[in-house]
């Protein structure tokens, strides 16, 4: 019997100066980037960045909640303490608690493969669709699939102005008669009531500047003459400038709005344009030299510019971050395939 009792205490004493294994400290405010991951390996993740302390926290999605995030992260949209990730193969949005990344519920959609969600209201938001010519409007509360609305292409980024949403759609070569446009969609009865006149040219991003105005990256028409182009729209689709590139190789694949009528582009560097501008500079912000490009972003709060370069999509991208007069403040690794960033600002 003492035996026993000297084994168990034994036990006990043993087991008390094991340490637990460490939580991982989220702080309060910070860039969480989106790492897609490879096709079909299910190694999406979330990583976690403090531009204060210049830390950066990977694998954050697994390591809070005890699963793997899915097949191909496309993008997370930021509401209050909530944010949603849209994880594309595994046609399903993740809701999770902030700022620790906390799992809350699923959000499925079958036979989707969703790309952007975006609340319209208290109860429904649109999420985009890569195939099935359709934005799906769900009611993100109950996970309920309510309606659809049909589209001609692959849809992509949305924004909300007032009673308005403004969807990117791009040309899929897999979808027969897809096109590229702008649309302008009515949320209070999910109707589309103007599409931008763009010949059906493929839009390569959307973005807004702060003051209400859209910013788009069309593609070239060389049967046509159209050479590739930046065009700056009003609220109601209407051309405010437009931008043409010299020559029909030169388009901006990437594009991200400031507040003050900037918008940034990608174009084997860094680039701004001004509404104040006659034409586009020759001169890049920032070099980015032979780096692979993926995702851009630019915090509007502070004005800094950050993208990724996905290297050969197989090792963990490299982020690069720079000022607003684009210098070069710090880099940090991320997951594979760094495909978009959201800002949580609490």
Not at 215 to 222: F, K, T
Request: with cysteine; hydrophobic share 40%; glycine share 8%.
């Amino acid at each position: 019997m003492k035996k026993i009792i000297f084994l168990a205490g034994l036990f006990v004493w043993f087991a008390s100066c094991q340490k637990e294994k460490p939580t991982t400290i989220v702080p309060t405010g910070g860039l969480y980037v989106i790492n897609e991951g490879n096709f079909m390996f299910g190694n999406a993740e979330i990583s976690f960045y403090d531009p204060v302390q210049k830390s950066v926290i990977n694998g954050l999605f697994s390591e809070r909640n005890g699963f793997q995030l899915g097949d191909v992260a496309q993008s997370m949209y930021i509401m209050d303490s909530t944010g949603y990730i849209v994880v594309n193969n595994s046609t399903k949005i993740e809701v999770v608690r902030l700022p620790e990344l906390k799992w809350i519920r699923t959000l499925t959609i079958p036979n989707s493969s969703p790309r952007y969600f975006l609340p319209v209201n208290d109860s429904i938001a649109y999420v985009t669709e890569l195939y099935a010519k359709k934005i799906w409007i769900i009611n993100y509360r109950t996970g309920v699939l309510k309606n659809t609305l049909t589209v001609q292409g692959w849809t992509e980024k949305m924004y909300l102005a007032g009673m308005f949403v403004f969807v990117q759609q791009k040309v899929n070569s897999l979808i027969s008669g897809s096109e590229g446009n702008i649309l302008k969609i009515n949320i209070s009865n999910h109707s589309i009531v103007k599409t931008a006149q763009i010949n059906g040219r493929n839009v390569f991003d959307l973005t807004t500047d702060g003051q209400g105005r859209l910013w788009a990256s069309l593609a070239p028409d060389s049967a046509a003459g159209i050479k590739p182009a930046i065009v700056c729209y009003d609220n109601d689709l209407n051309p405010i400038k437009t931008y043409t590139f010299d020559n029909y190789n030169r388009s901006a694949w990437y594009i991200a709005g400031e507040e003050n009528g900037v918008c940034y582009y990608t174009q084997g560097g860094i680039y701004r344009v001004n509404i104040q501008q006659q034409e586009l500079s020759s001169i890049p912000v920032i070099q980015t030299d032979e780096k692979n490009v993926y995702a851009l972003f630019v915090n509007r709060s502070t004005g800094e510019i950050y993208f990724s370069d996905a290297l050969d999509y197989v090792q963990p991208s490299q982020i690069y971050r720079y000022d607003k007069n684009g210098n070069f403040v710090h880099q940090f690794t991320a997951g594979v395939i760094a495909g978009n960033f959201a800002l949580y600002e609490p």
